[in-house]
Nanobody
């Protein structure tokens, strides 16, 4: 089994910063893309940023220039540095990964449990 565990959410005032971290654990052979998504109350889950194993990055237009995604392939971790936060960033943030599971051999796309980010004005 493969699990994703997020950490680092919390409350911050507008203009502040937070860093989210996610670690994948279990029977992992390799991980392709890792990413962060978010879901605000009453809205659909949306992509925030993804990063491939080779470091190719995509950002949602709404976070470009403010958020930075990075990963450590050796540690199976992905990090989201969030700067200049605004109230529209308030959401539950979810980690996702494209995992090649070793035992049993297979492809998984697990989600983390989510971590709440609240930005006050």
């Amino acid at each position: 089994q493969v699990q994703l565990v997020e950490s680092g959410g919390g409350s911050v005032q507008a203009g502040g910063s937070l860093t989210l971290s996610c670690v994948a654990s279990g029977s992992i052979l390799s991980i392709n893309d890792m990413g962060w998504y978010r879901q605000a109350p009453g809205k659909q889950r949306e992509l925030v940023a993804t990063i491939s194993r080779g470091g190719r990055i995509k950002y949602a237009d709404s976070v470009k220039g403010r958020f930075t995604i990075s990963r450590d392939n050796a540690k199976n971790t992905v990090t989201l540095q969030m700067n200049t936060l605004n109230p529209d960033d308030t959401s539950v943030y979810y980690c996702n990964a494209q995992v090649i599971q070793e035992t049993p051999l297979g492809y998984l796309e697990p989600w983390g449990q989510g971590t709440l980010v609240t930005v006050s004005s």
